[in-house]
T-cell receptor
Framework: EPEVTQTPSHQVTQMGQEVILRCVPI?????FYWYRQILGQKVEFLVS????????KSEIFDDQFSVERPDGSNFTLKIRSTKLEDSAMYFC????????????FGEGSRLTVL | GESVGLHLPTLSVQEGDNSIINCAYS??????FIWYKQESGKGPQFIID?????DKRQGQRVTVLLNKTVKHLSLQIAATQPGDSAVYFC??????????????FGKGTKLSVIP
């Protein structure tokens, strides 16, 4: 069964460092998302991406964040200068069509900022 | 306050019993709701969705009920099994006309199934 894959599974970084989280969405999907979940809290929307551009973003997704789809398969989230409060589980998701809430999530990348 | 929330943080049920997980929402303009299941160490997994023009939708062993009058959503799981143990989130669609779905998740209810 096709699945969304994410790397790394866990990354530890120093405050102020740049981090890139990588995702390979399901191949025939058109919409791509990043969500995050701070430990023990709810899942929060960061950004959605369609047709090689951001379609929506939340207040969390400030200038420190960027997304890119550099080739036909990868979808990346970059945090330019990490802060302690960026420590969270970051989930990539994809969906095959518009107007559906059936997102397919990866297993997440845990980011720990020291 | 948050747009979507859950009444109970934990729920324990005996294997074989039915489970009911509740969710309240505050945005009366919300027109689409989804239930997700998150097992330990994994990403959320879609269970079932419902649009506001319906008040009930059934899947395999699951039923979602929507009461727009009191802005309440529930997930019923029939014959609960140990594999149903997880955190369950309700989510609603954001207020955007975009085709992508910005979902607002509630805090989650942890369901524990007692063998």
């Amino acid at each position: 069964e096709p699945e969304v894959t994410q790397t790394p599974s866990h990354q530890v970084t120093q405050m102020g460092q740049e981090v890139i989280l990588r995702c390979v969405p399901i191949s025939n999907h058109l919409y791509f998302y990043w969500y995050r979940q701070i430990l023990g809290q709810k899942v929060e929307f960061l950004v959605s991406f369609y047709n090689n551009e951001i379609s929506e973003k939340s207040e969390i997704f400030d200038d420190q964040f960027s997304v890119e789809r550099p080739d036909g398969s990868n979808f990346t989230l970059k945090i330019r200068s990490t802060k302690l409060e960026d420590s969270a589980m970051y989930f990539c998701a994809s969906s095959p069509a518009e107007y559906t809430g059936e997102l397919f999530f990866g297993e997440g990348s845990r980011l720990t900022v020291l | 306050g948050e747009s979507v929330g859950l009444h109970l943080p934990t729920l324990s049920v005996q294997e074989g019993d039915n489970s009911i997980i509740n969710c309240a929402y505050s945005n009366s303009a919300s027109d689409y709701f989804i239930w997700y299941k998150q097992e330990s160490g994994k990403g959320p997994q879609f269970i079932i969705d419902i649009r506001s023009n319906m008040d009930k939708r059934q899947g395999q062993r699951v039923t979602v009920l929507l009461n727009k009058t009191v802005k309440h959503l529930s997930l019923q799981i029939a014959a609960t099994q140990p594999g149903d143990s997880a955190v369950y989130f309700c989510a609603e669609k954001g207020d955007s006309g975009a085709g992508s779905y910005q979902l607002t998740f509630g805090k989650g209810t942890k369901l524990s199934v007692i063998p």
